[in-house]
């Protein structure tokens, strides 16, 4: 679905934002919660909630100082119903894949995104059930779609469900991306900052891969790219994926496979380029890591595609009911209601 709005003044930052929720599910695990079920805008943390501790609470300092008791109450009893509807759709999807034992994990995923220079809004809404993506709802159609064909008993019923589709496209367009701006807003202090990477060449010994590894950057927008003797190197790279720190800030690996002989031979250098500026480290051979800040190279203004793509969830089985969205805007979280 993509609708063109009117957006007010005071966004944070050119690009694209998104607010999503996590949900987890997980069977088989005597040490982890049963639940949890994370909130983030532009992929930092906003909210968390687990099983164990049974409360919603703030992940930053401006989400509490600008939400009160009642929104947190709220919350908090949202997902504890979250929890036992997850409980209830990990035991009926066991059953009907006859399995008994091993651990098993269900998950959702649903939010929205805009772009405050063009005004696109999107929203995604995706199921999964050990470890495979199984459901998903395609906003632009407006129907359930089952990536790999499964025996889903309910997936017609729901896509028949007009009126619980048309509750989906006013959260989605509307009251998802009311509360994105509001927490935008409360936050624009912190998320407007810049935080530079620190940047690291890691070796083990003269077999294994060399891995660049980036940390501590603020906002997310990266590349990570490797030099060999000051050309451009591509061949057996591998780029990790984008991870958050508990602070906020992100990091992001990038491994490159290089024989003994190759690093005698060549200097490598790891190339990490964020908002303007460009960071080098060097490694050659075997010896210490050297790192040089270059300054301003390039302009980096990549907008993060957030969506399904990051999420990678499981799969699920069985027909459940999806979120009771709200049309009054009254929260800011959709709630997922399953039925057997």
Not at 16 to 26: A, D, F, K, N, P
Not at 54 to 65: C, D, F, H, I, S
Not at 183 to 211: D, H, I, N, W
Not at 273 to 282: A, L, N
Request: hydrophobic residues 35%.
């Amino acid at each position: 679905m993509i609708l063109l709005l009117l957006f007010g003044a005071h966004l944070v930052s050119a690009g694209t934002h998104s607010l999503r929720y996590v949900y987890t599910g997980v069977s088989g695990v005597n040490d982890f919660p049963e639940f949890t079920a994370v909130g983030q805008v532009d992929e930092g943390q906003l909210v968390y909630f687990d099983s164990k501790m049974m409360k919603a609470v703030p992940k930053t300092e401006w989400m509490r100082q600008n939400e009160g008791a009642d929104y947190w109450d709220r919350e908090t009893q949202g997902l504890t119903g979250e929890h036992q509807n997850f409980k209830n759709n990990i035991h009926i999807l066991k059953e009907r894949f006859n399995q008994t034992t091993g651990v098993h994990t269900y998950q959702v995923m649903y939010g929205c995104e805009f772009d405050d220079q063009t005004g696109e809004i999107n929203g995604f809404f995706q199921y999964g059930y050990d470890g495979e993506d199984f459901l998903f709802l395609d906003l632009k159609e407006m129907r359930w779609i089952i990536p790999v064909q499964q025996r889903i008993i309910t997936v017609d019923k729901w896509n028949n469900d007009r009126g619980r589709l048309e509750a989906f496209r006013n959260y989605f367009s509307t009251v998802c991306i009311e509360w994105l701006k509001k927490y935008l807003e409360y936050g624009k202090s912190s998320l407007k900052k810049t935080v530079s990477p620190q940047v690291s060449v890691l070796k083990k010994s003269s077999s294994s891969p060399v891995k660049c590894h980036a940390t501590g950057f603020y906002p997310k927008d990266v590349t990570i790219s490797w030099m060999k003797n000051d050309q451009e190197h591509h061949e057996d790279v591998e780029v990790g994926e984008l991870l958050p720190n508990e602070d906020g800030t992100f990091q992001k690996t990038s491994t490159l496979t290089v024989t003994p002989e190759e690093l005698k031979k060549n200097e490598f250098i790891c190339v990490v380029e964020h908002q303007g500026k460009t960071f080098r480290e060097i490694l050659k051979d075997d010896s210490l890591p050297i790192i040089i800040i270059v300054g301003v190279v390039l302009a980096l203004i990549l907008s993060a595609v957030i969506g399904v793509v990051v999420f990678k969830v499981y799969q699920k089985k069985k027909g459940f009911r999806p979120v009771n969205a709200s049309d009054d805007g009254s929260n800011s979280s959709a709630r997922t209601d399953p039925q057997a």
